[in-house]
């Protein structure tokens, strides 16, 4: 992977945020401009879901790549060849089965969950908010189907 020492691989890591962060922002941003008001960070949601439509309730989380495990199938061999290699596939692992497991509790209580990776966010903002506006457009629409 990389050739940092133990102790620039620990300052590395206390400076990864986890909520706030850069991804996060542009998205709140974006919506916030078009109209939606949310929550951030809710903690009263399993999860705590980086942004919360209430009003439609949508829970939303923006994901890092790697800790969220994108590609794994890429991803695991190269944590296998690196430093550590145990804990990193450990900790992923856990981290993708978190987020199964918080997607089943929130969609039993009745949410839509809808998850962006970071990247995509910040190279198509556009059509990440255009996928929220989607699903609005089709909550709504079986809202009013629903009588």
Known sequence: MDDLTPEQRRKNMQHIRSK?????ISLRKALWHKGYRYRKNCDKLPGK??????????AIFCDSEFFHGK??????PQ???GNNP???VKKISRNMERDNEVNKALLFRGWT????WGKDILSNLDECVRVIEEVIFDLS???YSDD
């Open 71 to 76: 590609d794994w199938e890429i991803l695991k």
């Open 86 to 88: 145990e804990y990193w």
């Open 20 to 24: 706030d962060t850069k991804i996060e």
């Open 113 to 116: 969950v809808i998850r962006f």
């Open 49 to 58: 879901p980086d942004i919360v439509l209430t009003k439609y309730k949508i």
């Open 79 to 81: 944590l296998e060849r």
């Open 141 to 143: 629409i079986s809202e």
